[in-house]
Every structure is written in structure tokens, then in C-alpha cells.
């Protein structure tokens, strides 16, 4: 079991506590899963077409699972597998043409929008969480300052 680190927002908003190695674990798991998974829809979409269509839901996973940095990672581990395996020349990691950058451009931005947007839902959850728990208090204070 990991010591609790207060500085870490993940631990200290009341999240389940999960180790890192699970939450980038995790994260990395999800990218190569989406990657396998891609890379068998080859054959019916072709090498080139759609080259991030099951990554988002590695992003959503990572985010989801271990918060923002895990899915910041994921994000870029993303980035260099598709540009590796499903961009034109295949097997290179340079920018290249116009195209390649605009496209990984455009994943870049709609997954940090994506994995933010999860991350403030969680945040929302634990603020949620905390009035809720803080409201039995607020009750048992009032029952008590009434009675005196």
C-alpha cells in the first residue's frame, strides 16, 4: 500500500488511493490496447484512415481511472504510436506534411479537452462528496446548540 501523499491532488481530494504504478499502468495498458485494437481494424479502414478512433477511449480510460497526469501520458504515448503506426510514412515519427501535423494537432487538443473535462468532473465529485459528508456535522452542531 502507497503512503498517501497530501500534495498529490489525486490522494488528497478523497479519490480512492491507487498507486501510481497502477494509475500509469493503467494508462499505458489502455494505449496499447486501442493501439491492438487499431491496428486489427487495418484490414476494413485501411492503414491511414482514422488513425486516433480508438485512442480516445484509452484517454477517457487513463483519465478516469488514474486523473490528469496519467492521462497526460497516455495522451502522448497516443500521439507517438499513432504518428508510428497510421500516418503517412508509416513507421517514422517526423511531422512531415501539413496533414500529419493538423491531425495530430487536433487529437492533441480534443483529448487534453477530453481528459480536463474528466479530471473537473472528478473534482465536482469530491467537493460534492465533502459537503455531503460535512452536512451531518452541521446538523449535529445545530442539534446541540439548540438544546443548550
Known sequence: MEKVNSRDPYHAMGRPVRSRLLRFG??????????????ALTPLIGPTEL?????????????????????????FLAIVLARWSFFVPIHELSIGSGN?????????????LIAGSIEKIHQEKDLLSTTLRSIGDAVIVSWKSSRS
Open 51 to 75: 488513425p486516433f478512433i480508438t485512442f480516445f477511449l484509452a484517454i477517457v480510460v487513463a483519465a478516469g481511472f488514474g486523473g490528469l497526469r496519467p492521462a497526460l501520458i497516455a495522451i
Open 100 to 112: 500529419v501535423l493538423a491531425g495530430l494537432l487536433m487529437f492533441l487538443f480534443i483529448s487534453v
Open 26 to 39: 493503467v494508462a499505458g495498458l489502455s494505449v496499447a490496447v486501442a493501439w491492438a485494437l487499431r491496428h
